[in-house]
């Protein structure tokens, strides 16, 4: 709700240019909004927010449960997103432990805000002595528990007033009207107070450190405030917005005329003779004059029987002959001028939204409260206990032995810092560059100074309006302004959708158009006298002729051009159709000229800029080619040093190449006996050294110090996830405190893609990388895996590497890449692999449970029965029952003949069998075997007869309806659970085994 209240930011920097911290004000927060909202208007965000997003545990603590409705008398046309919501909820809850709230400031924060919502809902009426009472007594003491008063006090601030009469004090019972009122202004001072104490906190947290330099004169200030509003039904809220609006239009205007005019006097001309603009002097006036609409408002609001219809009399009757002001046909709308046109105000609600008097009983109730924070915002200048509060704190946390704490309390840095604060405004008030007052309002001021200064300050929301609108004025009179127009090009918040009414509109609420108009009717076009000449002497005289800088000679210049482009007109039969060059003036050092004026001149030098780059085309064609003919000479010369190099190369090199031929030739003639490089061998030493070359086995590779070697690194990173990624419960799902489906753990690339080999496209696992400490992303994608690294980003969540985006947990990222493309070749995730399997960590599978490397592989999974079961029709089992794989034992083998068979044939890794391990009326099942690092593996491979799917061990799916498909897979590459892939032509089996054919199943 940034456009319900002016926030002024002043950066701070030090005398290197370097930000030294910054300086947070605001003003004018429209507090009317906080009870009542127009029609289409929201009330402030963080009531919805709190709606949508607390816990029922913290509902339940502040008691929002005992309102026993939906409807929430503060809070109107709310927004239907409650997941948005309530993300927005958490989000200010989080900014506010960010930058330095404690967590027993924020529960006060909130109370404060909840008290403030169910102040909306609490209810009066009048009992039979025409009494107030409150009718919901639970919501009163909710509300008094949260901000920590007193029940029956509370409730007598709202039902009693204080009348003096004679010096004498009477407590006085007052209708449920009246109560409600009273409930209203509540409500509006404690979100008014609390939206004064962030503010002066974040202040706090702001402002430079003591041991950091500040240069005064360095200062950039920020000021973002809401723009002009013209509604179907504009009240009292408008009003005060576009009156803001009409007094920072004449600080732009004095700011942006008084330079026009300053630049105009400094030379000497009356250059603004011919510009006329709309000075709003006088609609200023009519708010803020003695019989002005604020006076007689305020004098309205502070009679008993004032009335808005009263108001509106009042306001015709003393208003009447203004030109501003205008009557309308509605007894309670009138319609002002202002300098971005006619706006029509209803006084309907006016008087009411003006007052804003805390009941007197009130105050002792708040003052007397048990909540910190409550007491805090009830007391007289919140901002600067705020700010002794925190040097206080600063002061006793951190002592040095050349300052003496016990010395430092409140009351003392109160002091000083008020000191400092008069000192600053003084400094403020004094440096204004426009000597601005507000316009008509000054004298007034001044007048009742002494008047004013006997009470204790603004006792209505238009006097609060005018005394923050005059401090804001004093903090931009000590700025040198530069102006920022924000146009909306849309109401739907929409890209690419421009709505040309709508941003004309806006230009004329801002004034541009009017500052545009102005720019075309003055001069906006200022150059030197040394500049014309130089940039348009051509156009009329000789080049060479030297013309000085004078203003005789700048004025013959112009007229003569000016008399040139009559002519070129004339010619072109143009003449009085076109812009000419009259109007210019000479000034006192520069020549003041229309907009249009330097495109005519231009225009007329337009030939001569042409044969310029003719010129100086031809010029630097003739000084390149100058510049490479020697560079040319060089380079044939340098070739022709080449071209002799390289001959006596190839000459000295073939002398060379001739003799080594000669010596190879000698030499081979000596044989290596002649030349006593060897001595001759016995001829039986001879047959035996060849013999013990041929036979000769070359050297196992040693396994363990290979596997050793190989899981070092993986070691490592378990290392590094155990001490830092661990403790970070990434990999938890945090509503079941259970692995996510998508971590499988520690994996190699290797393991990863044996996983996804049977995958459906875009399936995907999340695992640590075996060789770095990172994560990596694996999905199966066409008929290959794709695997990309998760790294950290810097400022500690996770990003894919080459990829900008940052999450602050592996699930965020999990979801964005499942509706977002990973890279260009459009890679995008889906399911995620489900599979049981130890994930190599330390503590067994996804549930926890002890296992091997993978669930599938482990032992006790394998039976150990070796009776045979039944026979029976399983002709769906093989795609060819009459062609036998030569690798299939279509008959009961145990174990331990299988591991016979396999070391017959040969310990190669691999090499296989398959063999039927059980059958039952349902479901068949057989046994892998092979042997792998001189060792023997076995796995499980079961069916359930009609199915089109395998089992392996019983976990893994296999996605083949017959016995050879899935043998294929195996041999393919490594299938999960595997440790390697199965031979691809397995040899016949042993023919030791005497098979009977009537065992023999196809």
Partial sequence: NSSRFGKFIELKFSPHGRVAGARLSHYLLEKARIVDQGNGERNYHIFEYMLAGMESDDKHRLGLDRVRTDTWHYVSNMHTDEAEMEREYHQVVDALHDIGFSASEIASVQAVVASVLMLGNLEFDDDSSGQAEVVNTDVLAAIADNLGVDKDAFFKGFTTE?????KESFVKTVRASKAAFARDAVAKALYDRLFQWLVARLDVILKPDDNVEVDANRTIGILDIFGFENFKDNGFDQMCINLANEQLHFYFNQHIFQEEMQACLDEEIDGLAEVGFMDNRVILDLFFAGAGIFPLLKEQTEFDQGSDQALMNKLKAELVDNARFEEQKADDEFAIHHYAGIIKYRTTGMIAKNKDPLPPSMHPVMQGTSNALVDLLFQDDIALNVAVAAELAHAQGAPSPNRRTSNVTAKSIKKSMKKSMKKSMRASHSGSDLNYSAPAATGTTRRNKRRKSKRKGPTTVSEHFSASLDELMAKMNSCSPHFVRCLKPNPDKRGKVYVDKMVLQQLQ?????????????GFAVRMPFVDVIDAYRGAVFEFHKVLHPTKQNVAKLLEACEEKQQQLSEARGMHGSTSTLAGWKIAKTKVFMKYWHPDLLDAMMVGFQRAAVKIQALYRGHMARKRFGPLLQRRKDELALAKTFLGDIMRNGTAMFNALEALKEEEQAKGLEGLGIVVAMPPKDERKAIKRMKTAKAKTLDSRKFKKAVTKQGKAVLKWWHKFEEKRKEHLDPATNEVWTWFHGLLSRQEAENLLYDADERQFLLRLSDRSNNYALSLRMGDRCRHYRVVHSPAGGYQVRGSNEEFP??????????????????????????????????????HGTAVGR??????SVLETDDEPGELGDHSSILRNPDAKPSWLHDYVMSRAQAEKDLMERGMVDGRFLVRLKKEKDDMITYAVSYTYDQSYKHHLLSKRFGDHRWMLNKQVEVREQFLEDCVAKFQERNFPGFACRLESTAPTAAAAYNIPDSVSRY
């Fill in 162 to 166: 204080v009348k003096v009469i004679n």
């Fill in 509 to 521: 609420y801002t004034g541009m158009l009017e500052t545009i108009r102005i720019r075309r009717e």
């Fill in 809 to 846: 947990s592996l699930v965020e990222l999990v979801d964005h890449y499942t509706t977002h493309e990973l890279s260009d070749d459009g890679d995008m995730l889906g399911e995620p692999l489900e599979l049981i399997h130890d994930l190599n960590l330390g503590y067994g599978d996804q």
């Fill in 854 to 859: 993978f669930l599938s592989s482990r032992e």
